[in-house]
C-alpha cells in the first residue's frame, strides 16, 4: 500500500475517482475492512501513482487534512506487516482463487523511494 485512509475521512468520494488504479474503495462496499466508516485504499493495488503522477492523486484531491496518510510499501519487506494487518482487520488483502492471499511476494507494488520510513511508520499526513 505506500497510503492508508484514515478515520478522519469525511467519506466525501474525491479521493475514489482520482486514482489511476482502482486502488480506492467506498465506504458502503463489503470489500472494505472499515465498511460504513470510511473508504478503504487497497494495499495489494496502490501504486502512490508512480508512472501516472508526481504525487498521490488521492491526497490532492481530499479536503480533509490528515486523512489520507503515508503508510508502509507493499514489498516483500514488509509482507509480514501487511500480514499482521490483515488478520488484524487493517487491511483486507483481495484473495485470488488460485494465488491466494495477493501477499507482496505475489504482486509487489510501485511505490515513492523517497518518503523516510520514519514517516511511512509514523503515518506522516501525504502533504500536497
Not at 468520494?13 to 470489500?31: F, N, R, Y
Not at 493495488?45 to 508502509?72: F, N, Y
Request: net charge negative.
Amino acid at each position: 500500500m505506500a497510503v492508508m485512509i484514515t478515520d478522519l475521512c469525511i467519506n466525501c468520494g474525491d479521493c475514489a475517482p482520482e486514482c489511476p488504479v482502482a486502488a480506492i474503495l467506498e465506504d458502503t462496499s463489503d470489500k472494505n475492512p472499515h465498511e460504513g466508516e470510511r473508504f478503504y485504499v487497497k494495499p495489494e493495488t496502490c501504486v502512490e501513482c508512480v508512472s501516472h503522477a508526481d504525487e498521490p492523486r488521492c491526497a490532492r484531491a481530499c479536503p480533509t487534512e490528515g486523512s489520507i496518510v503515508w503508510d508502509m510499501p507493499y514489498t516483500t519487506e514488509f509482507e509480514e506487516y501487511f500480514v499482521t494487518g490483515n488478520n488484524n482487520g487493517t487491511y483486507k488483502i483481495r484473495e485470488h482463487k488460485s494465488k491466494g492471499i495477493m501477499l507482496p511476494s505475489i504482486k509487489a507494488q510501485a511505490f515513492i523511494s523517497d518518503i523516510g520510513m520514519d514517516v511511512r511508520q509514523a503515518h506522516g499526513n501525504v502533504a500536497v
